[in-house]
Structure formats: structure tokens, C-alpha cells
């Protein structure tokens, strides 16, 4: 049988310049190379690059101990690779690490100037490669700056408007470089999600204020920056830009200190990569008509992640099929499919019976799943995540 992949999520944040996207990298990533992340969590975060973490990680130290910030990202962006690897269990070592132990994400960062200016020679040729880059994600996050509500106060439309303008134009000054002879894409992130950065500075905007905010003050422009990335896309009914929403903070900054503890939307990040793409792809193949290519290519990952959860076939009610055979190719896409489904539907009841029972059977990839799932509803129970319901 042909080796398992890895499930690798690509994730990308677009923000202006000083928006706050490397700060948002490295408080994310910091948090989990300390000691004790691993064993609360029953997963590690690896980068795959030693220098990528020294730097990320040094950048989150000298936020942490010496209130020193990350310059502004200049001349390339970088794909940032970490391993999620899960816990081995207290005696270690006795079981072996197999790929579905591990599942991959990338983290997209560039120059926020990158849409502003323009560029010629090497940097533009750099700039096309990163967006290419880029637009292979899974997920898109679009930031919307505390800061610069603040700053525009009583004339937030036009900051919102000049905000999503420069997206749009930015997104279609790229297309002739991007699109391969003009044709729209099936790999292209088809879940843009809005989210305020800085959101420790607006304590009392919750995420569904935050969404009337945006809407109410710039609709009109969302919906054309909707149309410009639609038209780069293949079935762009299988889109979701600005259906979702999400508060973001790295940390609180005082005059002080900056506290690294205090996050907000942080921990969603992960879920938001990894499992959040599956129930969308799966809920546009199972309602839409998709040409067989786009749903294809929406369910690639799907077998992978049924893989990834097979340790909870017995809650899951779907018999295990025993080894599947190649011959049974169709049927197990199928299974697959099922199972995922069934996976993304339970409760957060049951979520939590899978949990502790996939612990207590050191089936820590389950456990972590199904744990992702529950932030996902605790995030929104907690006014910080609003998921479309399309
Ligand atoms: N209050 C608050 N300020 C933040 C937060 N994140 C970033 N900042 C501030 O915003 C500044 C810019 O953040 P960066 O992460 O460097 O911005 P960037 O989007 O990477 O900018 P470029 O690299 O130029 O594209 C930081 O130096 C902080 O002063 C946050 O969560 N809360
Ligand atoms: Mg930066």
C-alpha cells in the first residue's frame, strides 16, 4: 500500500505594513517552545527549519524579556513550516511516530508594503513568487487594524474602505502573474477570513460588533474585493470571503512590559488551519453542483485527515473496514468522506467523551482533533469567532 501523506495546511496573513502579522507569527509560535507546552497540549510544535525558529523564537524572547519588537518584514516573504507532532505518552518511545502522528502547517508571512508600493526588478519577481506562494493556502486571514480604528475614529469607513481597496487592487495588479494564461484556479484559498489584529486595543468590540463594523462601515467595498477574488478562481460559488470573523492579539502591550500571556483568538489558529477547511470543503462538495475537478481537488485532504482520525472509528459508528483494499479505491474516497463528516458533525458532548476516552487510550491525534474542534466552539462561545454557516 502506497505510504500514507501528511496533512499539511498552508495558512496566510495579509496585512498592511505594521499590522501586526509578524507579531501575531511569533507569539503564536513562542508560547509552544516552552517548557510544559508539549505535556498540557500532548503535541509539540516543531519548525522544520533551525534557523526560521531561532529567529521566530528570538523575536518572541526579546518581546518577553527585553519589551523589543520584530522589525518590519523587508524584501521576501517566508514559509514559515511546523510539524505538530503528538505527544509519545508518558513512557515514551513505545510506540512508533508515524505520519499520522505529525501533520504539517505552513504559515504564509510577507512585507505588508508588498501591496502598497511599487516594485521593479529582483523585488517584484520576489513579490510574484511569494504571492504565488501564498495563494496556494487554505485559508486566507485579512487583517483589520485596531490601531488604525483608533487612530481613524469617526471616519473608520474610510480607513476600512482604503484597507480593502488596497487589498483588491493589490490582489488584481498580481493576476496577470499569477493566473496561468488568464484560466482561473482550483488551488486558491477559497476561505478569507476577516480578522482584527490588535484587538487588546478595542476591549469592548466583540466579534460580532467587530463583523457590523465591517460590513456596515465597508460592505460595498468587501463586495468588490469579493468580485476581484472570484474572478481568479474557479467555481467561485465554492468561496467564503469575509464570512467569517475573528478577534486576534498577541499579546497585551503596556508601557511596561509586553505580557505574552495575554492572548486573544491564539489558540484558534491551529483549528482554524487544520480542521475549519475540512468542514467548509466538505459541506460546499456535499451541497454544491462542482465540476469533478474542483470537488477533487476541495476533498484531496479529506482521505488524509480520515486517516488521521480512524483512531476514533469506534465512537464515529462507521464499521472499520479492516485494511483497505487498492481495489476499493472508490469505496474507500467514500469512507473516507463518511467518516470525516461524521467527525465534523458531533457535539461538543461528544467531542468531549472523545477526548477523554482517545487520552486515556494514548490516542493523542484523536484526542488533539477533537480538542481543535471544542476551541473552535469555545471561540465561539466566547464572542471571538464567528463561523459562516454557508
Ligand atoms: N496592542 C497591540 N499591538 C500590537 C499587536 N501586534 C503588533 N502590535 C504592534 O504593531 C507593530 C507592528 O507589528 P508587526 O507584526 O511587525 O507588523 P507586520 O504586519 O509584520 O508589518 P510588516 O512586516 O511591515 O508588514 C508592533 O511593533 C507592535 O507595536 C497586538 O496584538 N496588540
Ligand atoms: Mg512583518
Redesign the pocket.
Known amino acids: 500500500m502506497a505510504a500514507k501523506k501528511m496533512l499539511e495546511q498552508h495558512i496566510a496573513v495579509f496585512?498592511?505594513?505594521?499590522?501586526?502579522?509578524?507579531?501575531?507569527l511569533s507569539?503564536f509560535y513562542g508560547p509552544t517552545q516552552e517548557k510544559g507546552f508539549g505535556d498540557r497540549n500532548r503535541y509539540d510544535v516543531v519548525a522544520d527549519s533551525r534557523e526560521q525558529s531561532k529567529a521566530v523564537y528570538q523575536n518572541y524572547v526579546g518581546m518577553r524579556d527585553y519589551r523589543t519588537?520584530?522589525?518590519?518584514?523587508?524584501f521576501a516573504s517566508t514559509a514559515y513550516s511546523f510539524k505538530i507532532q503528538m505527544a509519545q505518552g508518558p513512557s515514551g518511545g513505545q510506540k512508533q511516530q508515524t505520519s499520522h502522528d505529525t501533520m504539517r502547517v505552513v504559515w504564509h508571512?510577507?512585507?505588508?508594503?508588498w501591496f502598497a508600493k511599487d516594485l521593479s526588478g529582483e523585488e517584484a519577481k520576489r513579490r510574484v513568487a511569494g504571492f504565488r506562494s501564498l495563494l496556494r493556502s487554505d485559508v486566507a486571514i485579512l487583517?483589520v487594524d485596531?490601531?488604525q480604528l483608533i487612530e481613524n475614529e469617526g471616519q473608520e469607513h474610510a480607513y476600512l474602505k482604503s484597507l480593502f481597496h488596497t487589498y483588491r487592487d493589490g490582489i488584481a495588479a498580481l493576476q496577470d502573474d499569477i493566473l496561468d494564461d488568464g484560466a482561473p484556479l482550483i488551488r486558491f484559498p477559497r476561505i478569507w477570513m476577516i480578522a482584527l489584529?490588535?484587538?487588546?486595543?478595542l476591549p469592548d468590540l466583540d466579534v460580532h460588533a467587530f463583523r457590523d463594523l465591517v460590513i456596515g462601515k465597508a460592505g460595498a467595498d468587501l463586495a468588490q474585493l469579493t468580485e476581484a477574488i472570484k474572478s481568479m478562481v474557479q467555481s467561485p460559488e465554492a468561496l467564503a470571503v469575509g464570512d467569517d470573523f475573528v478577534l486576534?492579539?498577541?499579546?497585551k502591550?503596556t508601557p511596561d512590559e509586553i505580557d505574552l500571556t495575554e492572548r486573544i483568538g491564539l489558540d484558534l489558529i491551529l483549528p482554524i488551519a487544520s480542521v475549519l477547511p475540512f468542514e467548509r470543503h466538505l459541506r460546499w462538495a456535499d451541497t454544491m453542483n462542482l465540476p469533478a475537478k474542483v470537488g477533487k481537488d476541495l476533498l484531496s485532504n479529506v482521505e488524509v485527515f480520515s486517516s488521521l482520525i480512524s483512531g476514533l472509528l469506534g465512537f464515529l459508528a462507521v464499521k472499520a473496514p479492516g485494511p483497505v483494499r487498492p481495489v476499493a479505491a472508490l469505496l474507500s474516497a467514500i469512507l473516507s468522506k463518511d467518516k470525516v463528516e461524521r467527525f465534523i458533525r458531533m457535539g461538543r458532548d461528544k467531542l468531549e467523551e472523545v477526548e477523554r476516552v482517545a487520552i486515556a487510550r494514548r490516542d493523542y491525534l484523536a484526542a488533539v482533533l477533537a480538542r481543535f474542534r471544542l476551541d473552535l466552539e469555545a471561540g465561539e462561545a466566547d464572542d471571538v469567532l464567528l463561523r459562516s454557516l454557508r
Open positions: 496585512g498592511e505594513s505594521g499590522s501586526g502579522k509578524t507579531v501575531l507569539s519588537l520584530p522589525e518590519s518584514t523587508q508571512d510577507y512585507p505588508g508594503e487583517l485596531a490601531q489584529s490588535k484587538a487588546d486595543l486576534l492579539s498577541s499579546a502591550f
